[in-house]
């Protein structure tokens, strides 16, 4: 099961992808409010984008980018059917993939 | 009790192993990321790290869309478009962050359109910066957006 949420639209001849991922994309400066304590970094480092099968875009990112990440590209071509494939890895090693279909 | 004690420190002693092993098998897991460009606390050594110069030339046909003021410096939606040629990444620097290296997009197929949308965190009123190479070339360009909450600390 995962927790990777992924629509791929087509519309024209090019396709928009929205994803959103859930992760905590703690940046290590944040301190806890009731113990006082830093929370450890803990943030999604890699996506990767894959359609069908192919990487189309990689991408690399810091603590910096808010907490439940927010995704959305665009490429030309693809057909109603194909798969959109999305993983991520965090700086603790852990990792999720989803799939999903373009839709029309 | 000097035995429980003693359990008690075995048990730490293998929490700890578990952690410096956790440790030393990290970096194997995501070589590809740019530490000293993510981690970098001024923008030269940032860009630098990550797209090996510091100079870029101011573009118009970069457009930025981030609210002009975000009340919540949490969230604050950007998405970067350029008509620009060649586009092979777009980055996103936040002028004020601690470390202003947000995110680096990739365009490895050349079916993609050069544009991302996303949501970052902001500590304090400053420039969104967007770096786009596009053939050889680095471009930029930057929208203040004003931070009434920042979203950083805390």
Known sequence: ?104 | MIDAKRRTLVKGSLAAGAVVGAGLMAPRAFADWNAAAFQATDIPTAMTGLLGSDSAEVSDRIKIKAPDIAENGAVVPVTVETDLEGVTSISIIAAKNHSPLIASFEFVDPSMVPFVSTRIKMAETADVIAVVKAGDTLYKNAKNVKVTIGGCGG
């Not at chain 1, 057909?79 to 999720?96: H, K, L």
Request: with cysteine.
């Open chain 1, 1 to 104: 099961m995962s927790d990777i949420k992924i629509r791929a639209k087509l519309e024209g001849d090019e396709t928009t992808v929205k994803c959103l991922m859930s992760h905590p994309m703690d940046n290590g400066m944040r301190k806890d409010s009731k113990t006082k304590e830093v929370i450890p970094a803990h943030f999604i480092q890699e996506v990767v984008c894959k359609v069908k099968g192919t990487v189309v875009m990689k991408t690399a990112w810091s603590g910096g980018v808010s907490k439940n990440p927010y995704l959305s590209f665009k490429f030309k071509g693809g057909a109603v059917g194909d798969p959109i494939e999305i993983a991520w890895t965090d700086n603790m090693g852990e990792s999720q993939s989803a799939t999903a279909e373009i839709r029309d």
